[in-house]
């Protein structure tokens, strides 16, 4: 969610491989933070592992169409996605009926896989999801979303290495400053209430995702 602005405006990647550098970059950060969830009791392994089978053919599928893909559709969707994660934030709503068996659980892996492949902060609708309709509680939803993203990630490079869209020398700063970062914030987001996270995850969210749907690059000054 914020990886992909800050490596395309602030490092200068084009917005594709911004988004794939991403993805390489946010899966050690989600082992690590994972392994802090673990050792808090926080992971979800019952839970958490359909979710994670069908995040590897989502990420697997969007790791070879991503080539194809315009970076245009691409930014849109993901700002629609962000303003989604934040409505959610803020509208406590539950389904009527728990969508939590082997099948649906799988098939939203696969379905929010193909956008955390993109770049496009498929975990975001993800924990939509685990919270609205799997019937997860907020820490429950983020330690699900850590695990699900490894063998989302995974997949996807698989086909973001082949079409050479990663941008190692970058991905690797990213990785060694988030690191540390990523632990500390594990530690910490176990240990805070849900109601502060929720409300800090949907501001942030807001106006990320306002600023990647209206926000147009400008075109340079012909000579």
């Known amino acids: 969610m914020l990886l992909v602005p800050l490596l395309r405006d602030w490092v200068g990647l084009d917005g594709k491989k911004s988004m794939a550098t991403s993805v390489f970059c946010v899966a050690p950060l989600c082992a690590v933070s994972a392994a802090a969830y673990a050792l808090n009791g926080r992971l979800p392994w019952g839970d958490a ?35 989604l994660g934040a409505a959610r934030t803020f509208i406590n709503w ?48 983020q330690g699900c979303n850590l695990l699900y993203f490894l063998p989302c990630a995974a997949g996807a490079m698989a086909g973001h290495i082949k079409n050479r869209q990663i941008a190692w020398r970058e991905g690797f700063s990213a990785i060694g400053a988030g690191l540390p970062a990523a632990l500390a914030g594990a530690f910490l987001a176990a ?33």
């Open 49 to 83: 592992w359909p979710y994670a089978l069908g995040g590897l053919a989502g990420g697997l599928f969007a790791g070879f169409l991503f080539a194809k893909t315009a970076p245009g559709w691409l930014r849109r969707v993901f700002g629609i996605l962000l303003l």
């Open 94 to 141: 539950q389904a009527a009926v728990r969508w939590d068996g082997f099948w649906p659980s799988t098939a939203a892996g696969a379905g929010t896989g193909v956008l955390s492949g993109f770049g496009l902060g498929g975990g975001t609708l993800l924990i939509i999801w685990t919270t609205a309709v799997g019937g997860l509680e907020q820490h429950a939803a």
């Open 191 to 223: 240990r805070l209430d849900a109601a502060p996270l929720r409300t800090g995850f949907g501001v942030l969210t807001a106006l990320i995702g306002l600023r990647e749907l209206f926000f147009r690059e400008k075109k340079p000054l012909k000579e």
